[in-house]
Structures are given as structure tokens and as C-alpha cells.
């Protein structure tokens, strides 16, 4: 009975116990393996995370420029323009100055993403290079997407344009905003046609200015050439509230209106 049966049994014999063994000794190693492969993932993950906060991190201290929101309200790039608007020659290392050559490209690659569905700039600027300077108004003027401008310092000289060029417009109640006539550094020379050229320079902006507000271009040439208020300078200085009632800027309010007043403008697209 035992040969008879031996081979049913035998199936449990030696040969079965070898391959248990084998498969027992395996276990503890693919365990391991599971186990290490959990926290590789893990840990990439958590370089991941971390490589882009150090990324986010960077952009605000170098170019000022954030992305807000999430899936909820949208996501909104918030773009800081502080200090003097550098243009084609570089400040001194001591002065705070916002790169206009950083944020043209920047400004293209919100047009182009479609995940981004506003703009939302801060203004604090005492003016800076014309040109540039109305090159970034431009270029926010042609913006697609819904666009707000805060000025919660100042906005002087250019920075009156780079203002206005967005859809909408704040300013907090201490805000202000200086209009002059142009200015030039360096060696002028004494012609009709320099002046003429001046007068060019200061029609580019007024067009603009008064193109993407409710003042009027004469209404904004006076303000410019206004010779009671400054002393040592020609132009006007508007305080919150006044630069509304001129027509320059929308509405007085902070962060929080701004903010409103820019997903109410994407949800109603």
C-alpha cells in the first residue's frame, strides 16, 4: 500500500520540500524589494516636490512672478513690476529695477498656455525707460486672457501706461500716480528737431493713456504740462480716489478687489 500510494504522497516528498524552500527563501527578499521600491517612489516624489518649490521660490525672488489659483477659481500669473523699468542699458547693482527683457518672453508663454486664465499685476514703480516701458504696456494690452492692474505704491512717469493697459484697473487709497513730460539723460542737443522728437515721445504716450482710459488726451496733456503743483518740475501727482475721478484708474481697492474683480472676469469669458 505504501508503493501504491507512495507516489501521491511523494508529491510532498523531497523534491516538493526543496521548492518550498526556494520559494521561502524568496519571499523575504521580494519583500524587500516591494519595500524599497515604495520608498523610491516616495522619496522622487518628495524631490519632485521640493525641486518645485525651490523653482517657485526662485522666479519671486529673481523676476517677482507667481502662479495662483488652483482647479476651483482658475489659475492666475501674478506679475510684480517694482522699482525703475530697466531698459537697454543696466541699473547700478544697488537699485531695485524690474527687467523688461524677463517679462516679454514671460508674458508670451502665459498667452500660449492655455492652463493660465488670467493676469494680475502689481504695480509700485517710480517710471524708468520709455521705451521699454511701453513695450511691456503693449504687450499687456494685447493679452487675450483677462487682465487687472493694482498700483499699491506708486506708479510714476511710465508707469501711468503700463497701469491702464489692463483690462481693469486699481489703486489702493495712498496710491499715486505722477504724469510729466518726457525726460531725457545724457547730452542733448539744441534743435527744433530734438524738441519735435520730444513731442513724438510724449504723443506715443499720451495716445496710449488716454486709448485705454476714460481721460482725454487734452484733459491728460494739461495734467502733463501742469505748472502749479510741482516745484521743481512740470506735471501732476494723483492721490488714490483722484486718479479715479480723472478717469485714469477704475476703481480704489487692495488685493482682495483685485482679485475678485479678475475671477469674475474668467467666469464670465
Given amino acids: 500500500m505504501e508503493n501504491m500510494f507512495g507516489p501521491w504522497f511523494g508529491y510532498g516528498g523531497e523534491e516538493d520540500l526543496a ?12 519583500q524587500a524589494e516591494r519595500r524599497n521600491a515604495v520608498m523610491e517612489a516616495k522619496n522622487g516624489a518628495g524631490r519632485s516636490s521640493g525641486d518645485k518649490t525651490k523653482e517657485e521660490e526662485e ?54 498656455d ?30 487675450s486672457k483677462p487682465t487687472v492692474s493694482l498700483i499699491i505704491g506708486d506708479s510714476h512717469s511710465i508707469g501711468v501706461p503700463l497701469a491702464v493697459a489692463t483690462d481693469y484697473s486699481f489703486i489702493v487709497p495712498t496710491g499715486t500716480m505722477m504724469v510729466h513730460p518726457v525726460r531725457m539723460t545724457g547730452m542733448v542737443i539744441g534743435t527744433a528737431q530734438t524738441y519735435e ?47 479715479v475721478e480723472k478717469g485714469l484708474i477704475n476703481e480704489v481697492g487692495g488685493i482682495r478687489e483685485a482679485l475678485s474683480k479678475l475671477y469674475e472676469m474668467i467666469d464670465g469669458k
Avoid at 520559494?23 to 521580494?30: H, I, Q
Avoid at 493660465?116 to 499687456?140: F, H, K, Q, R, Y
Fill in 59 to 112: 522666479r519671486i525672488r529673481e523676476n517677482g512672478q507667481l502662479t495662483l489659483g488652483g482647479a476651483k477659481k482658475g489659475r492666475i500669473h501674478l506679475l510684480s513690476i517694482i522699482g525703475e523699468i530697466e531698459g537697454h542699458e543696466n541699473l547700478s547693482g544697488s537699485t531695485k529695477t524690474t527687467k523688461y527683457e524677463h517679462i516679454l518672453p514671460k508674458l508670451a508663454e502665459v498667452e500660449d
Fill in 19 to 30: 521548492f518550498r524552500e526556494r520559494e521561502t527563501g524568496r519571499v523575504p527578499a521580494l
Fill in 197 to 243: 522728437y520730444f513731442e513724438m515721445i510724449e504723443e506715443r504716450i499720451l495716445s496710449f493713456v488716454s486709448g485705454h482710459s476714460r481721460i482725454s488726451h487734452e484733459e491728460l496733456k494739461g495734467l502733463m504740462h501742469n505748472t502749479k503743483m510741482l516745484t521743481k518740475d512740470l506735471g501732476t501727482v494723483l492721490v488714490g480716489k483722484d486718479a
Fill in 114 to 143: 492655455e492652463d493660465i486664465e488670467g493676469v494680475l499685476v502689481l504695480i509700485n514703480t517710480v517710471g524708468g525707460d520709455v521705451s521699454c516701458g511701453l513695450a511691456l504696456a503693449e504687450m499687456l494690452a494685447s493679452l
